[in-house]
């Protein structure tokens, strides 16, 4: 019964210490959902791949339809499919298992960077034990406490932090850059930063230990949300898309314009001596006479008749004209 009852405080402990990293995942989450620890995705996790491998729907199952609304939900995806969120959670190989690389996949969705923090919090619980209080979580500043549990009597630990430009943190306490705890002594870190628009990073680690911890502060935008830059990336490059699917049409509609005018001024030369040209530059053996501007105007009229040409006589009519976009048409006769 006693070691029944030490191994429930284990698993509390550890509980209560996964808890604790979880909040660097809290910290660095840029969609609005509730962070779900490992253990109980992991569990949900086998159920849903055990059910989807069995070709359960989640009409007719409803604890796989609790499933899968539990995982879009946690991945901040009500609309996705049942096969989305089984390419994320279940193995590629085998679907009624759990991928490896679910929870990370998980955190990377809803916080891209922190896993990493993450993974290194749980490896440093043992001695150290990080978390970011969820009350100090804002745009400008947060604080991370820092809690020493060696498993060596009389065993010290020597934390350092440094940080990207930008950012100022410091040590309850202490006025350097460093502190000394000893066995069941905490400190805390505070951060802060006037730019809250340019992402950086607070990394605390342990000069006489393997403990390092680097975490993500996300930038906020004005009102005070915080902003994935995955998302503006892929918003910028829609928009861009967007403008060069449009030049694209323009430049096909030009084409398509100046090929309708070559084919009339072919036609023009082959039935015709006198012919109308994009620009003032006659084809080899024909005469520039003037320019047209918008069909024939009394100082063109007077060109032609000065050139020998009877407008509107002779069956060599001349109608009214271009203009060509960013031309100014020329009038040629062929001798």
């Not at 660095?28 to 962070?35: G, M, R, Y």
């Not at 150290?128 to 010290?156: C, R, W, Y």
């Not at 350097?176 to 950086?200: M, Q």
């Not at 003032?280 to 000065?306: E, K, M, R, S, Y």
Request: aromatic residues 8%.
């Amino acid at each position: 019964m006693k070691k029944f009852l030490a191994y429930l405080f284990l698993l509390a402990c550890n509980a209560t210490r996964a808890q604790e990293c979880e909040s660097i995942i809290v910290f660095s989450k840029t969609a609005a959902v509730t962070v779900t620890d490992s253990s109980a995705f992991g569990q949900e996790a086998a159920n849903f791949c055990s059910a989807y491998s069995r070709g359960a729907s989640t009409s007719s199952d409803k604890n796989f339809g609790a499933s899968y609304k539990f995982f879009s939900a946690s991945f901040g995806q009500e609309n996705a499919s049942v096969e989305t969120i089984a390419s994320k959670v279940c193995s590629a190989t085998n679907r009624s298992s759990v991928s490896q690389n679910a929870y990370r996949q998980y955190v990377d969705t809803i916080a891209p960077g922190a896993f990493d923090a993450y993974q290194a919090c749980i490896s440093a619980r043992d001695s150290l034990q990080f978390k970011v209080n969820a009350a100090s979580m804002l745009p400008d500043e947060f604080d991370i406490s820092a809690h020493f549990k060696p498993g060596v009597p009389k065993a010290t630990a020597q934390l350092r932090h440094s940080e990207s430009q930008g950012i100022d943190c410091l040590w309850s306490g202490s006025e350097g850059d460093g502190i000394t705890l000893t066995a069941g002594e905490s400190a805390t870190l505070h951060c802060s930063r006037k730019d809250r628009a340019k992402p950086g990073y607070v990394k605390v680690f342990n000069t006489v230990g393997p403990e390092t911890l680097t975490i993500p502060w996300k930038q906020y935008d004005k009102d005070g949300n915080v902003v994935d830059t995955m998302v503006s990336l892929t918003a910028e490059l829609f928009k861009l898309k967007t403008t060069v699917s449009a030049l694209q049409t323009s430049v096909v509609a030009n084409q398509t314009q100046t090929a309708s005018h070559s084919s009339s001024i072919v036609e023009l030369v082959k039935g015709t001596k006198l012919i109308v040209q994009p620009t003032n530059q006659c084809p080899p053996g024909w005469v520039f006479v003037t320019n047209l501007f918008v069909g024939i105007d009394p100082n063109t009229a007077a060109a032609v008749t000065n050139a020998g040409i009877a407008p509107g006589g002779g069956g060599h009519g001349l109608a009214m004209v271009g203009p060509w976009p960013g031309y100014h048409p020329g009038l040629c006769r062929r001798p």
